[in-house]
């Protein structure tokens, strides 16, 4: 299996932006997780999915921020419109029922200016 | 609810010498505790985890970890650090019966001097 592919690596907007950040799970994992990670705030839980449902959407910082899994093989996080505060690298990971750990993606390295 | 607390945000050790990496957690069940680690501009590792089975777990790369209930206690340890072993560790509980939501400690770095 590839893992967890997250797409683009890297991400440079201009302020206003619509940025859309890409995941692809693990075939076969039915949790799905966004993180965001910065220097000032570590990893933070944005929203989590289980089988395509959002379970807990309440660590999305606020209106600006939305996501979708549409199916299992896919799950979107925008953000609209994009601020320099939003710098952060995202991540991605999933897992699935019968075990508790998560694998994640090599994240997305997202640059707003 | 349930919390993690690594007590140090900083590690130094010369090569070769033993690392001690401390996490406490917080949990009113039995948790699913882990180890990840995360290399520079890379994406987070799992080094082990415990999942109520050996108390004593190891994981890659020569890291063990030992569930203390009694301490509420997950220590990271490795015998003999490696160059390669300078990145940012990350003690994790998380809760099976909800969706496996994990809680990240605040990390601690590791430097390795020669």
């Given at each position: 299996d590839a893992g967890v592919i997250q797409s683009p690596r890297h991400e440079v907007t201009e302020m206003g932006q619509e940025v859309t950040l890409r995941c692809k799970p693990i075939s076969g994992h039915n949790s799905l997780f966004w993180y965001r990670q910065t220097m000032m705030r570590g990893l933070e839980l944005l929203i989590y999915f289980n089988n395509n449902v959002p379970?807990?959407?309440?660590?999305?910082?606020?209106?600006?921020f939305s996501a979708k899994m549409?199916?299992?093989s896919f799950s979107t996080l925008k953000i609209?419109?994009?601020?320099?505060?939003?710098?952060a690298v995202y991540f991605c990971a999933s897992g699935d029922s019968m075990n508790t750990e998560a694998f994640f993606g090599q994240g997305t390295r997202l640059t707003v200016v | 609810a349930q919390s993690v607390t690594q007590l140090d945000s900083h590690v130094s050790v010369s090569e070769g010498t033993p690392v001690l990496l401390r996490c406490n957690y917080s949990s009113s069940y039995s948790p699913s505790l882990f180890w990840y680690v995360q290399h520079p501009n890379k994406g987070l590792q799992l080094l082990l985890k415990y999942?109520?089975?050996?108390t004593l777990v190891k994981g890659i790369n020569g890291f063990e970890a030992e569930f203390k209930k009694s301490e509420t206690s997950f220590h990271l340890t490795k015998p003999s650090a490696h160059m390669s072993d300078a990145a940012e560790y990350f003690c994790v509980v998380t809760k099976k019966?909800?969706?496996?939501?994990l809680t990240f400690g605040g990390g601690t770095r590791v430097l390795v001097k020669p």
């Open positions: 379970i807990d959407d309440s660590g999305m910082p606020e209106d600006r549409p199916n299992a609209q419109p994009s601020e320099p505060r939003d710098s | 999942t109520s089975a050996a019966a909800a969706g496996n939501k």
